[in-house]
């Protein structure tokens, strides 16, 4: 009867011990790992959009420094005795050089129009001729809208017997390609700060979620497990986080640029498809790169560790 009531106890509480140990053995180091790669995964993100935002803006930056150096106007005023058709033929010469991206060609008559408009009086009317000379409105492409350039170019044109004189605006033109190369300095300067950054954070989040298998790695190891086949899930783990993160980058990336678009429609003159594109692409080489690195230096390091240095650290 002793025995009887020490082996029914017994029995029910292996039962119930048991059903714990393998719930416990199931759930607990799976929701574990599953907690980290979501922690993981979200920080990835957050690093990327970062990033992402820095090479939107050096590309966007590029843009609206292409399009302010186009919209620079040099004006090339002809002489008096160039008729209608010698100046459209000037224009046609002009046209084919390799610095040329557009050109008006504005008549005296048209000249005088326009300024009778702005100024109110025909000055004509008490001058007794047409003051306003036929002009040439060229607008360069981007590369050559410095000042070296406008050099030879203005040199060049000059030498038509029928060009009388070339203005432009030098000192704006300086101000521009001056402002514009420092915001460029100081966006590769934010571009590779950013990355050093980014960099340490992801390695050091993929490091915390290594660090939980070291003695898993280390029980591979004794077991003859190649280094290759031990790293092998950690890389496929780590570029399956990188490419989640990336799209998720991608995707609150994208809806900043709808909302921006939605408030300044006017902004598509500078942001292109092909900007949007090459955005997409980085974030995501970037997450893949960043987030495999990582994980391969990481996994190294608890390679090379013997069993009582795993247990130091």
């Given at each position: 009867m002793f025995c009887a009531r020490l082996i029914v106890p017994l029995h029910e509480i292996r039962c119930f011990t048991s059903e714990q140990v393998m719930a416990s053995k199931r759930k607990g180091p799976r929701s574990h790992r599953g907690m980290q790669a979501v922690t993981l995964c979200i920080s990835t993100t957050m690093v990327l959009i970062l990033l992402g935002m820095v090479v939107f803006s050096v590309l966007a930056a590029r843009n609206l420094s292409a399009h302010m150096r186009e919209n620079l106007t040099v004006t090339v005023m002809l002489?008096?005795?160039?008729?209608?058709?010698?100046?459209?033929?000037?224009?046609?010469?002009?046209?084919?050089?390799?610095y040329s991206r557009n050109i008006d060609y504005i008549s005296k008559e048209q000249a005088k129009r326009e300024q009778t408009r702005e100024l109110g009086s025909d000055p004509s009317e008490f001058l007794g001729f047409n003051p306003f000379p036929a002009?040439?409105?060229?607008?360069?492409?981007?590369?050559?809208?410095?000042?070296?350039?406008?050099r030879?170019?203005?040199k060049e044109i000059r030498k038509d017997p029928r060009v009388s004189d070339i203005a432009?605006?030098?000192?704006?033109?300086?101000?521009?390609?001056?402002?514009?190369?420092?915001?460029?300095?100081?966006?590769?300067?934010l571009a590779?700060?950013?990355?050093?950054?980014?960099?340490?954070?992801?390695?050091?989040?993929?490091?915390?979620?290594?660090?939980?298998?070291?003695?898993?790695?280390?029980?591979?190891?004794?077991?003859g497990a190649s280094w290759g086949f031990i790293r092998r899930p950690f890389l496929n783990n780590a570029v399956i986080v990188g490419v989640i993160a990336a799209l998720l980058a991608n995707a609150v990336l994208g809806a900043c640029i709808y909302a921006l678009y939605l408030t300044q429609p006017g902004v598509l003159t500078i942001i292109r498809w092909e900007d949007m594109a090459i955005t997409a692409g980085a974030v995501l080489l970037f997450g893949i790169i960043i987030t495999l690195l990582c994980a391969w230096l990481a996994v190294n390091k608890f390679l090379r560790m013997t069993a009582g240095e795993l247990y130091k650290i």
């Amino acid at each position: 009867m002793f025995c009887a009531r020490l082996i029914v106890p017994l029995h029910e509480i292996r039962c119930f011990t048991s059903e714990q140990v393998m719930a416990s053995k199931r759930k607990g180091p799976r929701s574990h790992r599953g907690m980290q790669a979501v922690t993981l995964c979200i920080s990835t993100t957050m690093v990327l959009i970062l990033l992402g935002m820095v090479v939107f803006s050096v590309l966007a930056a590029r843009n609206l420094s292409a399009h302010m150096r186009e919209n620079l106007t040099v004006t090339v005023m002809l002489k008096d005795y160039v008729s209608v058709n010698q100046g459209h033929m000037l224009c046609r010469d002009l046209y084919h050089r390799p610095y040329s991206r557009n050109i008006d060609y504005i008549s005296k008559e048209q000249a005088k129009r326009e300024q009778t408009r702005e100024l109110g009086s025909d000055p004509s009317e008490f001058l007794g001729f047409n003051p306003f000379p036929a002009t040439l409105e060229i607008q360069l492409k981007a590369d050559y809208a410095n000042r070296d350039s406008m050099r030879w170019i203005t040199k060049e044109i000059r030498k038509d017997p029928r060009v009388s004189d070339i203005a432009y605006m030098e000192d704006l033109m300086n101000q521009v390609n001056y402002n514009l190369s420092r915001i460029s300095l100081i966006l590769l300067v934010l571009a590779v700060l950013l990355t050093c950054v980014s960099f340490s954070l992801i390695s050091n989040t993929v490091r915390l979620s290594i660090y939980s298998r070291r003695f898993l790695i280390h029980t591979m190891k004794l077991v003859g497990a190649s280094w290759g086949f031990i790293r092998r899930p950690f890389l496929n783990n780590a570029v399956i986080v990188g490419v989640i993160a990336a799209l998720l980058a991608n995707a609150v990336l994208g809806a900043c640029i709808y909302a921006l678009y939605l408030t300044q429609p006017g902004v598509l003159t500078i942001i292109r498809w092909e900007d949007m594109a090459i955005t997409a692409g980085a974030v995501l080489l970037f997450g893949i790169i960043i987030t495999l690195l990582c994980a391969w230096l990481a996994v190294n390091k608890f390679l090379r560790m013997t069993a009582g240095e795993l247990y130091k650290i």
